[in-house]
Each structure stands twice: as structure tokens, then as C-alpha cells.
T-cell receptor
């Protein structure tokens, strides 16, 4: 019974394309996040959503747009993909004590 | 700017010994501290959380927090080859919905 799930696991696409990554959590948490882990394995927050409301946006290009249809889902849409967007993207949800649980990740490769 | 510093390693420890991982953070207002383990190609997995000064033990793992020194550590007793992974220190500060600030991780190798 997966707590935080993401699809797809792998995404290979051409520069300039638009793509989406989906995330779902069944933990009943109110807040979800998107993180980016670059080639040097540095994990950095991109967005958080609390009860369908965007709370923070850490200087991420506006080509990235999070969308949350309900509190169990937080999708990430990326427009006009660039080479530098290649990374692993992790979705996470959090307890009230800020313990975050991560999805399996989506490895995005932009050619 | 909030920063979390870790020695990137690799830290090599013989099997059965104690592995000691360290982390410092810059935001004195930080309240919640976490250790994650990440195997290659996998997602970060929460192994310890600590919120108050002192030690917190869970099985072979002990987290230590010293807010005055802005220092967090993780001890792994009786290290096993399966403990070989990257260990990420993470800190929460600021508002309730703010994300975690992660260190760059320490690569731990347990030598059989």
C-alpha cells in the first residue's frame, strides 16, 4: 500500500516539449511538496501546497507550475523543457511535525 | 539564507563499528531536525527526527541535537554493509508549510 506515489518513473523528452508528473498520497496529510535533486544529488525544494493553496515558490522558473485538484494530489507541469531541467523530481507529503515522506521519484531526461 | 552543511565523504567505517555523521545548520530559529537515508537510485527515507536538545535513540540509531552549537549528529551502532548509503541531514525552520532545507549528504561506506 504505497504512501506517496508518482508517475511516470522515467520521462525522456525533447527540448521545448511540455510534460507533466503526477503525485498522489494516501497518508491524509495536508501539505505536499515538490523537490528537485540535481546531478550532484543536492535536494532542493520547489513548491509546497497546503489545502490546495500554493504556500511557497523557491525562485523556480514560471515554466514550472504545480496543480493540486485535491489535497491528496499534487501534479507538476513543465512547459518548454530545457536541458537544465534534467533531474530527479520527488514529491513528498508531511506530518504536522514536519516529517516528510517521499515518493519514488521521476527521472526526467531532456534531450 | 538557510544552510545545512555536511561533510560529503566518503566516510568509510568497518563493519560492526560506530558510524558518526555530523551536520551544522545556519538558522538559529530552526526547530525540527531530520536524518534521511538515500540509497543510489532511490528516494530519501526518513530514519530519525529530533526536536529537542539531547539524544534520541531508535534501535541502532541515535540522533543528537545541540541547538546552542547548531549541530546535529547521527550515530549508527554495529554498522552493517546494508547501512552503506548517502545520509541527508534536513532542517525545518520558518512557517509551518515551509519545506525542509537539506544538506548535500554524507556518503557512508561500511566495509565488510
Amino acid at each position: 500500500d504505497t504512501a506517496v506515489s508518482q508517475t511516470p518513473k522515467y520521462l525522456v523528452t525533447q527540448m521545448g516539449n511540455d510534460k507533466s508528473i503526477k503525485c498522489e498520497q494516501n497518508l491524509g496529510h495536508d501539505t505536499m511538496y515538490w523537490y528537485k535533486q540535481d546531478s550532484k544529488k543536492f535536494l532542493k525544494i520547489m513548491f509546497s501546497y497546503n489545502n490546495k493553496e500554493l504556500i511557497i515558490n523557491e525562485t523556480v522558473p514560471n515554466r514550472f507550475s504545480p496543480k493540486s485538484p485535491d489535497k491528496a494530489h499534487l501534479n507538476l507541469h513543465i512547459n518548454s523543457l530545457e536541458l537544465g531541467d534534467s533531474a530527479v523530481y520527488f514529491c513528498a507529503s508531511t506530518t504536522p511535525g514536519h516529517e516528510q515522506f517521499f515518493g519514488p521519484g521521476t527521472r526526467l531526461t531532456v534531450l | 539564507q538557510k544552510e545545512v552543511e555536511q561533510n560529503s565523504g566518503p566516510l568509510s567505517v568497518p563493519e560492526g563499528a560506530i558510524a558518526s555523521l555530523n551536520c551544522t545548520y545556519s538558522d538559529r530559529g530552526s526547530q525540527s531536525f531530520f536524518w534521511y537515508r538515500q540509497y543510489s537510485g532511490k528516494s530519501p527515507e526518513l530514519i530519525m527526527s529530533i526536536y529537542s536538545n539531547g539524544d534520541k535513540e531508535d534501535g541502532r540509531f541515535t540522533a543528537q541535537l545541540n541547538k546552542a552549537s547548531q549541530y546535529v549528529s547521527l550515530l549508527i551502532r554495529d554498522s552493517q554493509p546494508s547501512d552503506s548509503a548517502t545520509y541527508l541531514c534536513a532542517v525545518h525552520s520558518g512557517g509551518g508549510a515551509d519545506g525542509l532545507t537539506f544538506g548535500k549528504g554524507t556518503h557512508l561506506i561500511i566495509q565488510p
